[in-house]
T-cell receptor, first 112, second 119 residues
Framework: AQSVTQPDIHITVSEGASLELRCNYS??????LFWYVQSPGQGLQLLLK??????LVQGIKGFEAEFKRSQSSFNLRKPSVHWSDAAEYFC??????????FGTGTRLKVLA | SAVISQKPSRDICQRGTSLTIQCQVD?????MFWYRQQPGQSLTLIAT?????????ESGFVIDKFPISRPNLTFSTLTVSNMSPEDSSIYLC????????????????FGPGTRLTVL
């Protein structure tokens, strides 16, 4: 069955520390991958996407993600976290249709 | 990207009543989508709303419970009917925006959501 797994429900990091959020997918077709962020009381904002080409993609707010087909992963990274990055992060996959499959999300807490 | 607004932003409703949620987009879009995000869970697609045709519902969702309207290319409504506490969720509208995304692949943009609490 197609699925997206975000193994970490909660992550806490100190401001200025590096961050990596994990995303693993199970998908038979060529995946198109997304990371979204949801701040409290807000909708989802697209951080970055991978469709093809360079497996390291750059997004907004200093985030990047690397697609590793051999590991079925699409982990999100940021070298230095800011307090404003505290939010919930969702990984999503689609085969190219409108039917997204979302992970259960990772809630990020940033310590001052 | 497309700018999407939803009304109301939140509401508290009584069991057995209905609530209609509005979604407005600042540009014409072909496909609009409605999602549900139950507490502590991920997003689940309820239905796809195309202008000029009946909405297409995903497994587990039915028109009687979640009637949808799509009168034009910038607007849609979702009604949550005969509500129960299990309907307490965030309901999000999203759209495909090929023009802004610059690609031929499906990329969705989301509204701010409507937080519904049913007592």
């Amino acid at each position: 069955a197609q699925s997206v797994t975000q193994p970490d429900i909660h992550i806490t990091v100190s401001e200025g520390a590096s961050l990596e959020l994990r995303c693993n997918y199970s998908y038979g077709a060529t995946p198109y991958l997304f990371w979204y962020v949801q701040s409290p009381g807000q909708g989802l904002q697209l951080l970055l996407k991978y469709f093809s080409g360079d497996t390291l993609v750059q997004g907004i707010k200093g985030f990047e993600a690397e697609f590793k087909r051999s590991q079925s992963s699409f982990n999100l990274r940021k070298p230095s976290v800011h307090w404003s990055d505290a939010a919930e992060y969702f990984c999503a996959v689609t085969s190219g249709t409108y039917k997204y499959i979302f992970g259960t999300g990772t809630r990020l807490k940033v310590l001052a | 990207s497309a700018v999407i607004s939803q009304k109301p932003s939140r509401d508290i409703c009584q069991r057995g009543t209905s609530l209609t949620i509005q979604c407005q987009v600042d540009s014409q879009v072909t496909m609009m989508f409605w999602y549900r995000q139950q507490p502590g869970q991920s997003l689940t697609l309820i239905a796809t709303a195309n202008q000029g045709s009946e909405a297409t519902y995903e497994s587990g969702f039915v028109i009687d419970k979640f009637p949808i309207s799509r009168p034009n290319l910038t607007f849609s409504t979702l009604t949550v009917s005969n509500m129960s506490p299990e309907d307490s969720s965030i309901y999000l509208c999203s759209v495909e925006d090929f023009e802004t995304s610059g690609s031929s692949y499906n990329e969705q943009f989301f509204g701010p959501g409507t937080r519904l609490t049913v007592l």
